[in-house]
């Protein structure tokens, strides 16, 4: 996702970019090359005063590195961290009860810009905070904002981790399709596009999911005798339900 951010504020024009990462990529050391970003091995190494910190590594990472960003909150910048599960509090005892901490959940298609974000502004961020945040984020695609940080557990579980769960049903209607007789190059790019083309339907009509659903369903015909599977009391609806239930619960775990 840092990556990802990063490509996106500098194609909106943003300047004075610092990247704090031990083990560049050549990719990211070509691209710090050729837009003149300042690229650092260690948070020690920044001697100017950043008004902004975007902290993009990893929540078990980020357990063990935290404290090395406390000088950039000490020195007046706001945190924004995209750790899955890494609560305020844990950041503040990192950070000191100063920082100014606004937790953020992108998800992976924010890597073509069509992601987004849910955000939660802990105690102590002002509006213009929320509003440079918004600005930053919105590189990667939509920002939500939600009144609860439990409420970013759910926004992982739903938002953050849910482009996986549609790569899976990708996958899912390939291996149908062999098993209904496809060749597999065939039934791979027929799933892939139906996947992506439904999805894309999906934002560009104004309808409600439903109301798409239905009007590809006819009486009687064969998406219907499909849905009666997929809609059963142990369907699909209830399958998706406990799998987030267990993405939530495992962010939780991660504090």
Do not use: H
């Not at 500098?10 to 970019?17: H, V």
């Not at 691209?31 to 902290?55: E, H, N, T």
């Not at 509090?89 to 298609?109: C, S, Y």
């Amino acid at each position: 996702m840092g990556s990802a951010l990063l490509k996106g504020w500098l194609k909106t024009g943003l300047k004075s970019i610092s990247v704090v990462e031990p083990k560049p990529s050549a990719e990211l050391r070509k691209l710090a090359k050729a837009k003149k970003i300042a690229l650092f091995g260690a948070p020690s190494q920044v001697k100017q005063k950043p008004s902004v910190c975007v902290v993009a590594i990893k929540p078990q990472v980020l357990k063990g590195e935290a404290e090395t960003l406390a000088g950039f909150a000490l020195n007046g910048a706001l945190m924004i961290s995209i750790a899955a599960g890494t609560s305020v509090a844990a950041l503040t005892k990192a950070w000191g009860n100063k920082a100014r901490i606004i937790r953020a959940m992108p998800n992976i298609p924010g890597a073509i810009g069509a992601g987004i974000t849910g955000l939660y502004a802990a105690k102590g961020v002002t509006a213009a905070d929320k509003k440079r945040a918004v600005s930053l984020l919105s590189a990667l695609g939509e920002t939500i904002w939600v009144a609860k940080e439990e409420l970013i557990d759910s926004v992982t579980a739903v938002s953050g981790s849910g482009p996986a769960y549609l790569f899976l049903m990708a996958e899912a209607l390939t291996e149908a399709g062999v098993a209904e007789g496809l060749p597999r190059a065939q039934a791979e790019k027929f799933a892939r596009a139906t996947v992506s083309g439904a999805g894309a339907l999906l934002a560009a009509d104004r309808s409600s999911a439903s109301a798409l659903r239905e009007a590809v369903t006819s009486p009687g015909g064969t998406t219907a005798a499909a849905l009666a599977v997929l809609m059963a009391d142990d369907g699909l609806t209830a399958l998706v339900k406990r799998a987030v239930r267990a993405a939530r619960k495992r962010a939780e775990e991660l504090r």
